[in-house]
């Protein structure tokens, strides 16, 4: 979130990692849920990550995946593998 401080200092460091795990061929992907409250602090905050986002208005989706995940709090970090 935009004006989530551990959230914000969390990105960079993440960035970094998706950055140096995609270097030669991609490996990790990430796909970001915004808790932003407008569109501007969403664009805002976005534009500093080289990953995917669910649109903003997928609340329904955001919904179901933090019942299923039991997530509290931000910022939240889930490691899915992909098989």
Known sequence: MHNC???REF???LADLYEEANEDERQLEVVFFSGDKTDEQFSEYY???PWLALP???KDIMMGVAKHFKIKG???LILLRAS
């Open 74 to 76: 931000v910022p939240r």
């Open 5 to 7: 401080p551990p959230c």
């Open 56 to 58: 903003r208005d997928s």
């Open 47 to 49: 534009a500093e990550m």
């Open 11 to 13: 990105t960079p460091l």
